[in-house]
């Protein structure tokens, strides 16, 4: 028994050693031969407000800027950094005794008082990665509702975001959730847990379902129960905390991430570093283009919306933006008001021309060509979102016209100023690392410390004006003025036959007016025309 036991040993261990040549070998191959495409891409599918695509139809794409290893998540941890390769080694597929089970697994919480809108249990889907100290949890989005008749109609049509009765057991992750390198470059060797929506408050909410009241809103608090449970799990022992989310759940990231940090820091754990990713939440209390009754959620206008739905949500929002509006807490739910008030560092991704926001500003392109006033209204949608974003220091926002961009399978395909997402992505970790290094050298050469030290470190970081790694931009956003002027934004289809559309095609569609534009810009309208169908 003992000498096979041995035997077996040596196999395991002679086992290792060819995965890790193929691995060396694979990782010395010349970059170009491993990259598959940059620039547009051909095959890329539009996915306008849908949720993502199946397992089955994901692309696997491995772009410009791939990094095989995350070093940046391992310096001076070798033992992590050996982890790392061995699961690289094991995911190629020649060397791997059994397929890797890479989907997050369904949890319910504890908490059992913690609930869902229908008083289901709320829980989360978790895929762990041993041996990583870093932790990406990333909040679902999908609207809301703002009142018993919303609610109901939320019920009937869109259940699975009020309830938890028939949420599968796994879910595959894509995009910045993908465990695989090629798709998720910095991130896919992070602990990954998706919080499903269920809750229709932005993330705000506190409030029981009672005898008294037809649904629970308790978003915020599901957050809070998910970071209790994973602390058992690794989380107390975390490096980095990376609380994520799209649309509904991008707002929720602002208005959550500082209750993270405090709550990580009142039990002791001021080590982790907090940070934020809110995708596509950024939205404005603009004017809409065409005033409607406040009705229902697609077309009531943003702030009477929240307005609200905060009263019926009982919805909480950060206690320092808080008393910047007292009295009037709905402001906490756009992000450029939000946003000043927070000590946690937060990266925003937006498109300049979002579609959920030109929804409920009634711009509803239905495959009709635009007129002249909603194309105005459009262009200076762009602006008005350009210009909010002044003073955030690490952000990425292309000129296209979509909605939601981190969990997409294309997401490593979009670039702003030559720039991907992923890529940009990493140059704030870095700039952050930094930051902090710089932050607590100063400190450490200062004998009285802040009983909030933690905090102030976050402070530092948000606020860091320091000039970010050579080639390593951070504030990306888009300058061309037009939806989809942007070469690299995702392909566009004909709402009516489903063909895609040339970006001249899309722009003439929209009621671009080529020789006004010519004009508008100083320039001959077959220069203009050239450029656009070149991609510039």
């Not at 095959?43 to 940046?72: K, N």
């Not at 006033?373 to 350009?386: A, C, M, P, S, T």
Request: net charge positive; aromatic share 8%.
């Amino acid at each position: 028994m003992q000498s096979r036991g041995v035997l077996r040993s040596s196999a395991g261990l002679s086992a290792v050693r060819s995965c890790l040549l193929l691995l060396f070998i694979h990782m010395s191959a010349p970059l170009e031969a491993r990259r598959v495409r940059g620039g547009r891409a051909q095959t890329r599918r539009v996915q306008q407000q849908q949720p993502p695509p199946s397992p089955a139809y994901r692309e696997r794409v491995e772009g410009a800027e791939s990094f095989p290893l995350d070093f940046t998540a391992v310096e001076g941890n070798m033992d992590n950094f050996m982890v790392q390769i061995k699961n690289l080694a094991q995911s190629l597929y020649p060397c791997s005794a059994q397929k890797l089970d890479q989907d997050m697994k369904l949890h319910f919480l504890k908490n059992v008082s913690v609930t869902c809108n229908d008083g289901s249990p709320a829980g989360y889907y978790i895929k762990e990665s041993k041996g990583s100290r870093r932790w990406l949890l990333f909040l679902e989005g999908g609207w809301y509702c703002f009142n018993r008749q919303t609610c109901d109609s939320r019920y009937e049509t869109m259940r699975r975001l009020m309830s938890s009765t028939k949420w599968p057991q796994t879910r595959t992750g894509t995009g910045i959730l993908s465990p695989q390198p090629e798709e998720n470059p910095h991130w896919w060797n992070a602990n990954m847990v998706f919080i499903p929506y269920c809750s229709s408050d932005v993330w705000s909410g506190v409030t029981p379902k009672t005898d008294h009241s037809d649904y629970a809103f308790m978003g915020s608090l599901i957050i809070k129960e998910v970071v209790n449970e994973l602390l058992s799990k690794g989380l107390d022992k975390a490096k980095v905390v990376l609380l994520a989310g799209s649309s509904a759940g991008g707002t929720g990231v602002l208005l959550n991430v500082d209750q993270v940090a405090e709550q990580l820091a009142s039990q002791g754990h001021r080590g982790v570093q907090v940070r934020g990713l809110a995708d596509s939440g950024w939205f404005l209390d603009n004017k809409q283009y065409k005033f409607t009754d406040c009705l229902d959620t697609i077309s009531c206008a943003p702030t009477e919306a929240i307005k609200r739905g905060i009263r019926y949500w009982g919805g909480l929002v950060p206690e320092s933006c808080r008393q910047a509006h007292v009295g009037e807490e709905w402001n906490c739910f756009f992000g450029y008001k939000v946003f000043p008030t927070l000590k946690s560092p937060v990266f925003v991704v937006q498109w300049l021309f979002d579609e959920a926001q030109l929804t409920v500003d009634n711009i509803h392109l239905t495959g009709q060509p635009v007129h002249e006033g909603q194309w105005r209204y459009i262009q200076n949608l762009g602006q008005e979102l350009r210009n909010t974003l002044r003073d955030v220091p690490a952000m990425f926002v292309p000129a296209c016209l979509s909605h939601e961009l981190i969990t997409r399978t294309y997401w490593m395909d979009i670039q702003v100023k030559g720039t991907s997402l992923p890529r940009a992505l990493h140059c704030w970790d870095r700039s952050l690392q930094d930051s902090l290094h710089s932050s607590n050298s100063s400190n450490s050469s200062n004998s009285s410390h802040s009983s909030n030290s933690s905090h102030s470190s976050h402070n530092h970081q948000k606020h860091n004006k320091t000039a970010p790694a050579r080639g390593c931009p951070l504030q990306l956003i888009d300058s061309c003025p037009w939806p989809h002027c942007n070469p690299s934004c995702p392909t566009i289809r004909d709402q009516l036959t489903g063909q895609e559309m040339s970006v001249i095609q899309f722009l003439k569609h929209m009621g671009f007016d080529v020789q006004k534009m010519a004009q508008q810009q100083g320039m001959d309208a077959k220069k203009l025309l050239g450029m656009l169908n070149n991609g510039n």
